[in-house]
């Protein structure tokens, strides 16, 4: 797995969960995510590019020096941008699929790269691509 890809993983996991949890008072950390501790370097700049991106909002951002995904996320939430963005309908094969669709998909472990192929190849450009409209 290259890099773009773990970057997309840590993505997905992120919004998987701001999804179940909603709008509500809560705190993310890297450990919340459950995946491997190789992906670690990637988790705050990942939460840093859902917020620059107004995907997410969070009260505080809170990285300590003890490594590179230890510290913690204060309540971050889905803006509404980022569910506009997460219920645009992206393509896959013959058919379609909603950008929450595949986040779920990743999250839950239901698909893996593998599966996904090409689009997940492109999930972070489609992404990037929602953002813009």
């Known amino acids: ?11 997905a996991k992120i919004l998987g969960l701001l999804m179940e949890w909603g709008v509500q008072k809560n705190e993310l950390t890297f ?7 190789a992906y ?3 988790y705050f700049p990942c939460i840093n590019w859902l917020v ?6 969070v009260s505080k951002i809170m990285q300590f020096a003890n490594g590179a995904a230890d510290g913690l996320v204060q309540n971050p939430v889905l803006t509404s941008h980022g ?3 997460l219920g645009l309908q992206i393509s896959y094969g013959d058919g379609g699929i909603t950008m929450a669709e595949a986040v779920k998909s990743v999250q839950s472990g239901d698909k893996s790269y593998s599966q996904f192929g090409d ?15």
């Open 1 to 11: 797995m290259d890099n773009i890809q773990k970057s997309e993983l840590v993505i």
């Open 31 to 37: 450990e919340e995510l459950k995946i491997d501790s």
């Open 40 to 42: 670690s370097n990637f």
């Open 52 to 57: 620059a991106e107004k995907v997410i909002r």
């Open 83 to 85: 569910m506009r963005v």
């Open 119 to 133: 689009f997940f190849g492109g999930f972070l450009g489609g992404f990037t691509k929602s953002l813009g409209s």
